[in-house]
């Protein structure tokens, strides 16, 4: 199976700030990683797919990149409403896996 | 516009069959470009993949809940189908379905990853 590494896997930061978190995968998934974010209560909403395209509708503050192992998302400018839980998934190979998570709380 | 929801008993007792049913409305459940999907999440925890269907009945699982599980489809009904035997208290968590949303031509192929889920159904192992 393939892993997926989320750091940090918690992040404190404030409205306003820029903030990044890694996802690394365990081998090569070329761009099929896709990112979700999951509010408390609520189904994970699809954020980007093949590493980088922006989903229908997600705020282009959201940004993706990276291929091969490493993969990065990036928020550019937090607003309150993104303070959730990041999970990246791997589309390469059954089975699916997701990294461990990545909780976003407000500074 | 493509819609699912989940069902099934929200109480299920050690040693038995767990059982959901996700039913898909907004398009035919045969017409579309997805994979149709489960995925768990224990409580507090991280989002677990349980396993797909295609369409044509073909099947791929989580390998830690192969030997347990069972995913169908009922095109006639516009649903897939879930079922886990022999649960234990590991088991409760909330349920979701999802679809997998791809695209493939003669010479291009895009996964788009699951942009259409389910609300999530908890369902707790307990006797």
């Known amino acids: 199976d393939i892993q997926l590494t989320q750091s940090p896997s918690f992040l404190s930061a404030s409205v306003g700030d820029r903030v990044t978190i890694t996802c690394r995968a365990s081998q090569g998934i070329s761009s099929y990683l896709v990112w979700y974010q999951q509010k408390p209560g609520k189904a994970p909403n699809l954020l980007i797919y093949g590493a980088s395209t922006l989903q229908s509708g997600v705020p282009s503050r959201f940004s993706g990149s990276g291929s091969g192992t490493e993969f990065t998302l990036t928020i550019s400018s937090l607003q309150p409403e993104d303070f959730a839980t990041y999970y990246c998934?791997?589309?390469?190979?059954?089975?699916?896996?997701f990294g461990q998570g990545t909780k976003l709380e407000i500074k | 516009q493509l819609q699912l929801q989940e069902s099934g008993p929200g109480l299920v007792k050690p040693s038995e069959t767990l059982s959901l049913t996700c039913t898909v409305s907004g398009d035919s459940i045969s017409n579309t470009f997805y994979y149709w999907g489960w995925i768990r999440q224990p409580p507090g925890k991280g989002l677990e993949w349980i396993g797909n269907i295609y369409h044509s009945g073909s099947t791929y699982y989580n390998p830690s809940l192969k030997s347990r599980v069972t995913i169908s489809i009922d095109t006639s009904k516009n649903q897939f189908s879930l079922k886990l035997s022999s649960v234990t208290a590991a088991d409760t968590a909330v349920y979701y379905c999802?679809?997998?949303?791809?695209?493939?031509?003669?010479?291009?192929?895009?996964?788009?990853?699951?942009?259409?889920w389910g609300q999530g159904t908890t369902v707790t192992v307990s006797s």
């Open positions: 998934q791997q589309l390469h190979t059954y089975p699916r896996t």
């Open positions: 999802g679809g997998e949303h791809y695209y493939r031509s003669k010479n291009y192929y895009q996964i788009y990853g699951m942009d259409v």
